[in-house]
């Protein structure tokens, strides 16, 4: 296990398609989040899970925007009908409840909307 | 409202002068304080949190909960420090993070 990862590295797509990014966290990490990040600006925090719970959700986070955590393991999130302004690289990042809040981080994906 | 505020997106020190991130933030409660850093192609990584009132790589932050602050500090800067530091803040649920803009500092040989 070498940390979280993030797949795919990178997305184009077109305006009104769906994409769908998935993130493996640290095998033993019960804590995943969710961020999304675009240029100059911090990552900026969208969803939430413990375990399989979605315990949080940003005011950010549209309709449009659902993220999932079915067996406590992997996670997607999911964009349906892509706007430019989605373009951002998404971060995701997992944490041992109890460690103090440490979170670990993946790489990112990042989404260009054309 | 929750806010973590970095007021200089940029900063330049000499090799083995002082250096000084400035951090304020916002929290309605008893936050946790948080600095992360970003090297250049890596992947964001905690560099040190207040709980654990540590020094890593030479650097530390005091937490100042009269003037909501939480610098981060290094006497004498090296040019492996040139990176992108992020001050964090969650509660002590750890349900949210909030970051700040961001810090792009670069130490001069």
């Known amino acids: 296990d070498t940390g979280v990862s993030q797949n795919p590295r990178h997305k184009i797509t077109k305006r009104g398609q769906n994409v769908t990014f998935r993130c493996d966290p640290i095998?033993?990490?019960?804590?995943l989040y969710w961020y999304r990040q675009t240029l100059g600006q911090g990552p900026e925090f969208l969803t939430y899970f413990q375990n399989e719970a979605q315990l949080e959700k940003s005011r950010l986070l549209s309709d449009r925007f659902s993220a999932e955590r079915p067996k406590g393991s992997f996670s997607t999130l999911e964009i349906q009908r892509t706007e430019q302004g989605d373009s951002a690289m998404y971060l995701c990042a997992s944490s041992l409840r109890g460690a103090r809040n440490e979170q670990f981080f993946g790489p990112g994906t990042r989404l260009t909307v054309l | 409202a929750q806010r973590v505020t970095q007021p200089e997106k940029l900063l330049s020190v000499f090799k083995g002068a002082p250096v000084e991130l400035k951090c304020n933030y916002s929290y309605s409660g008893s936050p946790e304080l948080f600095w992360y850093v970003q090297y250049s192609r890596q992947r964001l990584q905690l560099l040190l949190r207040h709980i654990s009132r540590e020094s890593i790589k030479g650097f530390t932050a005091d937490l100042n909960k009269g003037e909501t602050s939480f610098h981060l500090k290094k006497p004498f800067a090296q040019e492996e420090d040139s990176a992108m530091y992020y001050c964090a803040l969650s509660g002590q649920s750890g349900n949210q993070f909030y970051f700040g803009t961001g810090t792009s500092l670069t130490v001069i040989p």
């Open positions: 095998s033993e990490h019960n804590r």
